[in-house]
């Protein structure tokens, strides 16, 4: 048995979506879209914090976050499924070519966690 | 055994920011910048096809979008993780909220897939 | 007399701001994140939306459009302010550039309208 | 004669898209894309400085934050001008709402400056 909880997730979307009839507005374009639209609002919740508030919000706002985050990553999840991208594979592959760019001592460049 | 796909992934960003003493860049705010970043990064890869264009991306330019959705969502899980989100269930819950909200037959609002 | 309107608007969000002592939100860092934020309103109100439609949107969703353009000039204008950069210089120099690179007969690339 | 520089900006990037026949690409729908995507650049140069730092950017950057900055814009005057809005006007409109809106003393919420 497959436990694995991102695809489960991945399944319950694709399941969603049908139920609608929602796929011909399911476009990859669509969905990077809406992808950018989510992000919009997750940063506009930390837009006016310092860094140090980021690091430990709130209770209501921590909410906002949580949700807003939860709309990003279902986003995410969905444009993967739509154009057969493993995210958990493609993660680790960059995560690869970021230990050979990235060695101790570095500090973070574009495109380096 | 957890063999959970997500949780070891969040493990290894985990330890490749330690590993750099990263931490201190990791705020919340910052990380949610740098997935604004990446999305940007992905939409720039679609903004100039059509809708039927990116349903069925050339190989190369599919590569460069799993590249960014792998931007993407570890920049994601990197935010996830600082603010003690667990993703899986933030979606689902908000997949409970968006089952009540649109019932068969509507048409996708906003922060709806 | 300077009649050109970008300067009377930058002035006026500079007055507004200092009217309300905001200076201190308004680091280059965070009004980035604002931009991006809002750049996400106006992206969201056009993601479901076929290109043609999005070419004569609806009068209700032109005006939420309308709204959200203005938002994302808004903090661009102040962005620009905070650090000195003339954007109709910017853009020009940009469009200089952009014709050396994109002769008559090619096809957009990234950074080129 | 009209010397305001918004408009002569405006001419200038009808003028560049039609001698490339670009129309065909800058449906609102895309250009809304272009204008994530440089936002996104824009905020990838901020994302690892304090807010301290990016009110004093170190040259270099400060020419790359100029440049992303003209991206911004050149989008944004394009999305304005395919869709017949006038951005000053839209602007100071918002701005009238926002003096109603946020009295002094008040802080900064979301969409005010």
Known sequence: MDDDRLRALTQR????????????FHSPKNL?????????????ELQWLTEDESRAPAAERLQRVR??????????VRLADA???????????????NEQRFPAGSAPGHGAP
């Open 13 to 24: 979307l694709r399941d969603f979506s049908a139920a609608r009839q929602w796929e011909r």
């Open 32 to 44: 990077a879209m809406a992808l950018a639209g989510e992000t919009g609002e997750l940063i506009a």
């Open 67 to 76: 949700d807003e985050a939860a709309d990003v990553f279902i986003y995410l």
């Open 83 to 97: 154009l057969g991208i493993d995210l958990i594979e493609a993660a680790h592959a960059k995560m690869d070519r």
